[in-house]
């Protein structure tokens, strides 16, 4: 599990931040991203694919999550 | 001087590496680089925030560095106690030149050095009861305080006293806040680890001090975060701001004050100007009181005007108009200085090897004045802002993270610039080789190199340190060529 940040940039596209490894990405897809159901799987621009647990749309952002690495792009 | 292309830079690699035993080579060329701008993610090319190898020249700092003399010294009304041996603090005393108003023991603390001066009863018997017996000593001495912060060193964390404990007792007594920062040096590869621990203490310890207090706020405050005001950049940043028409309520932390910090969390808008050693606040600041950060770049008028538009566009027309007129009014005044040494500087070539945000900020300043920069490298960068480098370098330039004192010297004999940017540890080595260098840690006891005032003195440092007399003078007169074919030349 790693410490990740979620933040939504001025155009309304997700943008990823992990600081472990200073590694800052856009979100390319995002499995759930509806009100009340949001995270799931997420892809990022690099290739990466981390897995948030479903959850409420978070009421604003940026916001720190835990997350499970599924395949990084390393 | 001559332009590389990629593959002779590449060349210039692989021979500097030759010297290193295999191990080391292997490590060590993942930390040099040939620039390549179509490079998104820096890590493809460039290794950083590494340990040092044991055994080479490496210019890096420690966590205590990175925490006491970079984050949060400049902070002038509290007092910092290097917490352990005196030497640590002694010898950093008031050497970076962080400027700040006040007068210096009695409200304000900045150049002074105050320690617990560790002996080996403390080491053997733990050293809390000197810490809780300093801190009422310095609450007696200066009344005048704010506040206290406790900067460990090496042998707080190797012995285990609970600093957090005695700080926490220390300020029911003497009623001011205490700040236990366990930034011990052996944590972490370099100085940057440092900025993070003291980074999360001010997060911990200071920042939620006034929620919920009353403020008069506008929806024009700002904070200057991450200028450490060396030769009073922070000021030359500080009056362009103000000038188009934003409140700054907080300036972290040269000429910082703790009342500052903890009003920080009511700005509308954290300008961020060393991303590597203040993004960690600003991180946090963005998430839990919702404050946007924005990186901007004062150095040389183009990045300041291009800074100035972009700070300017998070507000309303109002600011806008006020930028357009900073920008107008100043305009002129840097013309004149371009004038005046773009002719004496053009086609310069530069070398640079500092930390923070310098490698890859003052790039800029250097263009300005039609210099280029022919390599750059970070002491303790990580991966991102080598990102942010890449774009700002040209094409198969040379890129070197952690760069050993070996490396450095022989990179700058093979591209022969006319002027290295560095620190005092380099300084006289590249003079003997018959090198300008001009310290870009301290600006050389000069400054400030920040915003519009800061250029014009910058671009007459530059030239100072290039059209300098003493360069002609390397040949002795018994082995210069004879005068006629000097002249021949000349023609």
Known sequence: MANIMVGKNAAGAYSFYLPKRDLEDAIVTMEFDSTDKWGGEIRLNNGGVYYIEPQALPARFPISLRARRVDAAE | MTTLTREQTEALIQEVLEVYPEKAKKDRAKHLAVNDQTVEQSKKCITSNRKSLPGVM???????AGSKGVVWGPIKDMIHISHGPVGCGQYSRAGRRNYYVGTTGIDTFGTMNFTSDFQEKDIVFGGDKKLAKLINEVELLFPLHKGISVQSECP????????????????KEINKPIV????EGFRGVSQSLGHHIANDAIRDWVLDARDGAPFESTPYDVSIIGDYNIGGDAWASRILIEEMGLRVVSQWSGDGTLAEMEKTPKVKLNLLHCYRSMNYISRHMEEKYGIPWLEYN???????????RAIAARFDDSI????????????????????????RLQGKTVMLYVGGLRPRHVIGAYEDLGMEVIGTGYEFAHGDDYDRTIKEM??????????????LEEFVKKLKPDLVGSGIKEKYVFQKMGIPLRQMHSWDYSGPYHGYDGFAIFARDMDMAISNPCWSKQTPPWKKLPE???LKKAA
């Open chain 2, 58 to 64: 490496t210019v890096r700092g420690c966590a205590y």
């Open chain 2, 156 to 171: 707080i964390g190797l012995i285990g006293d609970d600093i957090e404990a005695v700080s926490k007792k220390g300020a």
């Open chain 2, 180 to 183: 236990p920062v366990r930034c």
């Open chain 2, 298 to 308: 004062f150095f040389g008028p183009t990045k300041v005007a291009e800074s100035l």
């Open chain 2, 320 to 343: 806008k108009e006020g930028a357009e007129r900073v920008i107008a009014k100043y305009q002129p005044m840097m013309q004149a200085v371009i004038d005046k040494y773009k002719p």
């Open chain 2, 394 to 407: 040209g094409n198969a330039t040379l890129l070197y993270d952690d760069a050993t004192g070996f490396e």
């Open chain 2, 484 to 486: 006629t074919e000097e």
